[in-house]
């Protein structure tokens, strides 16, 4: 018996270490110009036809140091803060809305959370048919919202196209981030 229960505190352990070690990790990407050259690279999107603050803006009350937005059909949004406590903040409030979501049976598809004191993702691929509280439009949302340190990226677009979702894991597996 005593032999058994090792084997099985052993077998358990694994499963444990197995299941921490599949949660994909965010690289951190806090030199926008990795963010700017795959935006050129992969989806051919100038940065001069992007809205660029780096000025020290604020978002929802929190100082950042460079802010990056693009909108066509695919939405490409890169935000470096000057405190990570602030990018966590940001971050957690969208991953909340996004549980709260899932929790009111408002989200229906594929869904991935991870959220850690440093890091994080939202990776989606489903509907989203939410109340009027809710921050997200009802339609299908496909791509993913990471959070890294001081750093927010996100990547979706809100197209059901397989041409759009293509363009989106072209981009997150150029940054080399966690993908649906």
Do not use: W
């Not at 009027?132 to 496909?142: E, L, R, T």
């Amino acid at each position: 018996m005593k032999k058994f229960k090792m084997v099985l505190a052993c077998a358990m352990t694994g499963v444990m270490l197995l299941s921490v070690s599949g949660c994909s990790s965010v690289p951190l990407i806090d030199d926008e110009d990795v963010f700017i050259d795959a935006l050129d690279s992969v989806a051919g999107i100038d940065e001069d036809d992007c809205i660029v603050y780096d000025d020290g803006d604020e978002v929802d009350g929190s100082d950042t140091e460079y802010e990056l937005y693009y909108y066509d059909k695919v939405s490409y949004v890169y935000i470096r803060f000057e405190d990570a406590e602030d990018a966590h903040d940001y971050f957690e409030d969208m991953y909340d809305d996004v549980s709260d979501l899932k929790d009111d049976d408002e989200f229906e598809g594929s869904s991935k959370l991870m959220l850690t004191d440093s890091q994080g993702y939202v990776l989606l691929d489903g509907d989203i048919d939410g109340d009027d509280s809710s921050d997200y439009s009802d339609g299908h949302y496909y791509g993913g919202i990471y959070l890294r340190d001081n750093v927010v990226i996100s990547i979706y677009t809100d197209s059901s196209g397989k041409s759009k979702k293509a363009d989106v894991d072209d981009f997150v597996k150029t940054l080399k981030l966690p993908r649906i």
